[in-house]
């Protein structure tokens, strides 16, 4: 019966080991996930730099158009500022003639004449000042029927440039969605690849913690720097490994360094260098606006776009299909 109970115990014990028994993970479907939205990025900024190119099309048209506007408003304003003084003056004198009119000529004969030839004069002076207010009104009407010729067509490029602007934004965020979509499976396979690690390698403990994985993206400046470094050593570290247990007989990838090297430097290239191209050449009025090609700059950043969408992709196939070989073979380490 104790014999029994003995083995009994036995069994459950290992039963319970085996449950608790830490195990390799594989995680080649978060990596095959961060391919596939790396294609679907690529689509949809190939599909907001064509809204871009729309936008730029009719937007060149409005900053052309502009001076000419600006240049219809000023002459505008210019004809339109003596009015006010006019205005006042016509209403000065118009005023001061109905209260000469108003009041009771003076007994005096002098008196009375002089009150009689300041109204005769207010009368001449009212003329001339209505006259000039008239030739005002004139001139601003002509300058109106100008501004409104410019005006029309200039608000229905802005209308459009507004409209192509608002295409492109929703393509563009889009965009930025499906990027934060790909990091955040990236990193997911990063997290679960360092944790594979740290059960495979005594020395990995005491390497990157696994929630850099995550972090790495989020640090202002540190994001420079750290998701390199972490799928590097991700990288590097699980070729050591099958390496080192003669799982696999050669080097996957003999440049590694150079391959995530350029991959990273492909990246910043991209979505930095690029980033601040496009915004200065089509969204800011300065050198670049003006002297390079537009249509030279997408097309630029499209092609960034691509060698650092297809350099990850490469690696990340590479990466997947080193964590299927440790997966596969994870009889060969004594977990605990």
Same mark, same amino acid.
């Given at each position: 019966?104790?014999?029994?109970?003995?083995?009994?115990?036995? +069994?459950?014990?290992?039963?319970?080991?085996?449950?608790?028994?830490?195990?390799?993970?594989? $995680?080649?479907?978060?990596?095959?996930? &961060?391919?596939?939205?790396?294609?679907?990025?690529?689509?949809?900024?190939?599909?907001?730099?064509?809204?871009?190119?729309?936008?730029? +099309? *009719?937007?060149?048209?409005?900053?052309?158009?502009?001076?000419?506007?600006?240049?219809?408003?000023?002459?505008?304003?210019?004809?339109?500022?003596?009015?006010?003084?006019?205005?006042?003056?016509?209403?000065?004198?118009?005023?001061?003639? @109905?209260?000469?009119?108003?009041?009771?000529?003076? =007994?005096?004969?002098?008196?009375?004449?002089?009150?009689?030839?300041?109204?005769?004069?207010?009368?001449?002076?009212? =003329?001339?000042?209505? &006259? @000039?207010?008239?030739?005002? %009104?004139?001139?601003?009407?002509?300058?109106?029927?100008?501004?409104?010729?410019?005006? &029309?067509?200039?608000?229905?490029?802005?209308?459009?440039?507004? +409209?192509?602007?608002?295409?492109?934004?929703?393509?563009?965020?889009?965009?930025?969605?499906?990027?934060?979509?790909?990091?955040?499976?990236?990193?997911?396979? $990063?997290?679960?690849?360092?944790?594979?690690?740290?059960?495979?390698?005594?020395?990995?403990?005491?390497?990157?913690?696994?929630?850099?994985?995550?972090?790495?993206?989020?640090?202002?400046?540190? $994001?420079?720097?750290?998701?390199?470094?972490?799928?590097?050593?991700?990288?590097?570290?699980?070729? !050591?490994?099958?390496? %080192?247990?003669?799982?696999?007989?050669?080097?996957?990838? *003999?440049?590694? %360094?150079?391959?995530?090297?350029?991959?990273? &430097?492909?990246?910043?290239?991209?979505?930095?260098?690029?980033?601040?191209?496009?915004?200065?050449?089509?969204?800011?009025?300065?050198?670049?606006?003006?002297?390079?090609?537009?249509?030279?700059?997408?097309?630029?950043?499209?092609?960034?776009?691509?060698? !650092?969408?297809?350099? @990850?992709?490469?690696?990340?196939?590479?990466?997947?299909?080193?964590?299927?070989?440790?997966?596969?073979?994870?009889?060969?380490?004594?977990?605990?």
């Amino acid at each position: 019966m104790n014999i029994f109970l003995i083995l009994l115990a036995q +069994k459950i014990k290992k039963k319970l080991k085996k449950i608790n028994m830490k195990k390799i993970t594989n $995680n080649a479907s978060f990596g095959k996930l &961060a391919i596939l939205f790396n294609v679907l990025i690529l689509c949809m900024f190939i599909i907001s730099m064509i809204c871009l190119l729309k936008f730029d +099309k *009719v937007n060149v048209k409005l900053v052309n158009e502009t001076p000419a506007y600006e240049n219809a408003i000023t002459e505008l304003q210019t004809v339109e500022k003596p009015r006010r003084q006019a205005q006042a003056d016509v209403d000065y004198y118009t005023q001061k003639l @109905e209260t000469l009119q108003s009041e009771t000529p003076p =007994a005096d004969k002098k008196k009375a004449k002089e009150h009689q030839e300041e109204i005769e004069r207010t009368i001449k002076t009212l =003329a001339t000042k209505e &006259a @000039e207010l008239e030739k005002i %009104d004139h001139a601003i009407f002509e300058q109106t029927i100008f501004f409104e010729a410019v005006k &029309a067509p200039f608000d229905d490029l802005n209308n459009s440039v507004n +409209k192509s602007k608002s295409v492109f934004n929703v393509t563009l965020w889009l965009t930025v969605l499906l990027f934060v979509a790909k990091v955040f499976f990236f990193a997911t396979w $990063n997290y679960k690849s360092l944790q594979n690690l740290r059960l495979t390698s005594v020395w990995m403990k005491k390497s990157t913690a696994p929630y850099w994985a995550y972090l790495s993206w989020i640090i202002p400046g540190y $994001n420079f720097v750290k998701p390199y470094s972490v799928f590097a050593e991700t990288y590097n570290e699980t070729n !050591y490994i099958l390496l %080192d247990k003669n799982i696999i007989e050669k080097d996957t990838d *003999v440049n590694a %360094d150079f391959n995530l090297g350029l991959w990273w &430097a492909l990246f910043l290239i991209a979505a930095v260098a690029m980033s601040f191209a496009l915004s200065a050449t089509f969204f800011k009025e300065g050198p670049m606006y003006f002297k390079l090609s537009h249509t030279g700059v997408a097309i630029t950043a499209i092609f960034a776009w691509v060698l !650092y969408l297809l350099q @990850e992709s490469v690696l990340m196939l590479r990466a997947t299909k080193m964590n299927q070989i440790l997966f596969e073979n994870h009889p060969k380490f004594d977990l605990p």
